[in-house]
């Protein structure tokens, strides 16, 4: 049930966000990033239980696929209906209750998002990015990241591409340009800087 | 169901903006307001029927009442649970399935919302502001419209404040300063734009 | 001479804004606004004054009056050219080299503007607003100041509308829905908080 | 001298950008950056030139290197002294007075600056990048003018990174997420569409 106002109950400088993992795969490339993203579940989920542990928020933020509707629960009910492709992959990494979610219309999760927003009222000054595609909304969400001088993080083995060589290289334009820190899930640090 | 990209059906010139008609009306000032607004219900729902007719969008915009969970149905039901002072007029007004949702952090509609690129994928370039409260909520959506240089009608008798006083000065304030026409609903003219 | 880099020494949690006072007044009603305006000029001269020995940062936000451009130089000179009707005031409250400047499209500062990472950079969290006029840019830049969580003040008489009437209704308005404080000049206390 | 309001005289669906020109290259492989931007500066101009007898405005998006004064001729005389090691080629490509100027205080053209409007007052469906460096503010821009609808080409040989094969790259990238038609200055077609 929702309290008003009540909802918001972290403080904390660090954020982890999951980009566009409710994903329906119906796209070009879609299966390709499917087999790719695939063995990214478990890390996730063992990143979220981590992250849980230090109070740090996880916050989903999602393409909201054209629908306008701001219903998070139907964009996860039709990524997980029976003959969704990537079913099992979303089942695995579905959000908790206590989890955020943020829709986004378009690539970056900063653009026409409440974000911006949500990290000012966590207090946060680093983001750590996680999900698909890594040349695509990681990419854009990195730098958008970054211009707000937040410190960038990328997950670099719970983020997948179409393919290993077009990960690498957003890896790599991220690390040049975007200021960005590229570094496995395992060697994150998560200090609990809840107040 | 979700059909992804087939959720934009409307092209459309002009659009109906509902603001923060879902609301718990628990905040300072938060039962007379409900009790202006009581007199809205009626008059909304016309508005919209007329609007469907005319095959103009209507786009609820909503406060997120600090959730950040993206859950439009959420806040529906805790604006209408048994113990909602506002629960009559709520119900009366309730988003139908294929009314548009935008959640707002703020108050204005289009502070770190989606809302420029959903009126962009319609085609809008008119908005007509019904909603609560006039001298607050509609007054930044007025004069942020404006800046898009949209064209801006407010439906000067389904918009309220928490007296008549607040709500004729917000109303003069609009035409002043934010380019805004004001006119009664039933002056509205929906000319069906639809392509 | 631009030493790049060097330019924002400011670190400063309060920072006031001088808003579209660099003004051709060639609009219907520009003369009243001016006639208005004209007793302002020695307060802002003196307001200026004590933030420099606070060390609190003073930014002119100007309308670029449709030049795009980016030359606040030109627009002064076309404020105090001979023939323009507001030169003495505008000659009164020109910047000094250490003032910053931020051009602004349209009515509010933070529209389109890089005021939002202006203030990052100082780190600022309060703004104090003076200006022309209160009833338009003045309440358009308190509400979107009021959205990002800023603390708004708004200096009572260093604001001028077309009438006294405007004026006042504006400043309630700001008081009741902007969260905005309304202060005099001389009641305003500047603490030195540079770092 | 600035007449107000006059000053945007074009109508133009296509806009050419001119990102980053004015550059003091006073950064880690700044030397090497100016070395692979020189080829461009004949280039740039002949585009310039081509651009102007089809009325379609070309607007310089430059970085304000810290200065937030709003003065492009600051930054071009910082740009052009004696001892700047790219006076050559910022001479080269300056401004006319008839270009457009909007100062980015970060990466993207779009980020915290009035672009969006100044497209807007132009009525642009589509814009043309040329600039520095490809793989940062130049990927940026791309990606930003996607999310916005807008139809992105990239002048391949009006653009310049560090070394080639990261040049190379960034045109890849853009060309596979950001929508982005990849194109010599030669094969431009400019219609003119000035109303």
């Not at 996880?58 to 139907?74: E, I, K, L």
């Not at 974000?115 to 040349?135: E, K, M, Q, S, V």
Request: proline share 4%; aromatic share 8%.
């Amino acid at each position: 049930m929702l309290v008003p106002e009540k909802n918001v109950h972290h403080k904390s400088s660090q954020v982890v966000l999951f980009i566009d993992l409710l994903n329906h795969f119906e796209f070009p490339e879609g299966r390709e990033l499917l087999a790719q993203a695939m063995p990214l579940a478990a890390r996730l989920a063992k990143l979220k239980r981590r992250a849980r542990q230090a109070n740090i928020p996880v916050v989903y933020v999602n393409d909201n696929f054209g629908q306008w509707r701001s219903d998070a629960r139907s964009i996860l009910e039709y990524c997980v209906r029976g003959e969704a492709i990537g079913r099992e992959f979303v089942r695995a990494i579905a959000p908790d209750p206590e989890d955020y979610f943020v829709l986004k219309p378009m690539h970056s999760g900063f653009y026409q998002t409440p974000l911006d927003a949500l990290l000012r009222y966590f207090g946060a000054t680093a983001i750590t990015l996680c999900g698909i595609a890594t040349n695509s909304c990681i990419v854009c969400t990195a730098h958008d990241g970054n211009m707000r001088d937040l410190k960038v993080t990328v997950a670099s083995d719970c983020c997948a591409a179409a393919n290993v060589r077009l990960h690498r290289q957003a890896l790599a334009h991220m690390k040049a340009t975007a200021g960005a820190r590229i570094v496995t899930a395992a060697s994150l640090r998560f200090l609990n800087t809840s107040r």
